[in-house]
């Protein structure tokens, strides 16, 4: 089912992002997080796409396997990074033959070694115009990224939203963003989008932490403020990994619970390949509110 017609339900959406483990050894261990995370009967899986090598064969992979045994649709990530028109057109014919219907079209990050995204030759240069090859190329719902913070190289919300309007212009369905871990941003982006004349659905993307470690990464990798009264919550049990999931998971459903009565379109959850945190946190919401 095309992504864009779930949403035609009205009622918030419930998805999982995963992504393709970097060692074969690992994804049967993948395939059993999926199984738990299925059994809460998301609406979409969405598979990221890696900068380079063996994971990104895996994106189709485990995307067509989430929707053949596991029954729950998929949203396949894909990136204009080293990738040429007619690579692109290769990854589409992939996944037409494997029934996936869905795609989350990003520009990608540049590889680690470089510090600006370079357009390979005969490629794309933003996601915009990976967004119209796909619409000339396939019948597929289009998805596409959103950042409630500024994405980092955009000089300001209003030149980055601008942006964001020629992805849904070119025929982009919704929009997944970033996490973020003040829906003030959340809400102000929102608004800033509508004022702006897009009225795609928008689903914010939740990241429960679980471990204190990940803070200043998550900061460096993309930006995102943690809110001064979480940061020092966190930063007094940082050692003790049980009470940092604690505040983590509560922190997630403070942001979830407030999310759904200001009437989003649905959740988002960056999963990072877990179960446990994700699932205590979609239970407590379907006791509240779902
Ligand atoms: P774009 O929309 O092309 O924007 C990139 C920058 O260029 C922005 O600053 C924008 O304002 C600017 N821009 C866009 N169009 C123009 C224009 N015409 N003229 C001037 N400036 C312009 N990365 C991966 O490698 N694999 C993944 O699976 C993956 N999944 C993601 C999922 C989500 C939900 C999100 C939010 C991000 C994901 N990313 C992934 C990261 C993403 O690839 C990076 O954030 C990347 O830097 C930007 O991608 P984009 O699609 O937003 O790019």
Known sequence: MKIKNIFEENKPTLSFEVFPPSRDGNIEELYRVISELAELKPDFFSVTYGAGGSTREKTVEIASKIRNDFGRETLAHLTCVQATGTDI?????????????NILA???????????????????????????????????????????????EAPDMEHDIVNLKKKIDAGADFIITQMFFDNEDFYRFRDNTISAGIHVPIIPGIF?????????RIVSLC?????????????????????????????AI?????????????????????????????????KKII
Do not use: C, W
């Open 208 to 216: 429960p932490i679980f471990n204190y470690r990940q803070i200043s």
């Open 254 to 286: 403070r942001q979830s619970e407030d999310l759904l009565k200001n009437g989003v379109s649905g959740l988002h959850f960056y999963s990072m390949n877990r179960s446990r945190h994700v699932m205590r946190i979609t239970q407590e919401l379907f």
């Open 106 to 152: 990003l520009r990608g990050d540049p590889p680690k070694e470089n510090k600006t995204f370079v357009k390979t030759e005969g490629g794309f240069e933003y996601a915009s115009e990976l967004v119209e090859f796909i619409k000339l190329n396939g019948d597929f719902s289009i998805g596409v990224a959103g950042y409630p913070e500024v994405h980092p």
């Open 89 to 101: 057109l290769q990854e589409l014919g992939k996944l037409e033959k494997t029934g996936i219907e």
């Open 223 to 251: 930006g995102a403020k943690i809110p001064p009264k979480l940061h020092d919550k966190l930063s007094r049990v940082n050692d003790r990994s049980e009470e940092v999931e604690k505040y983590g998971i509560e922190h």
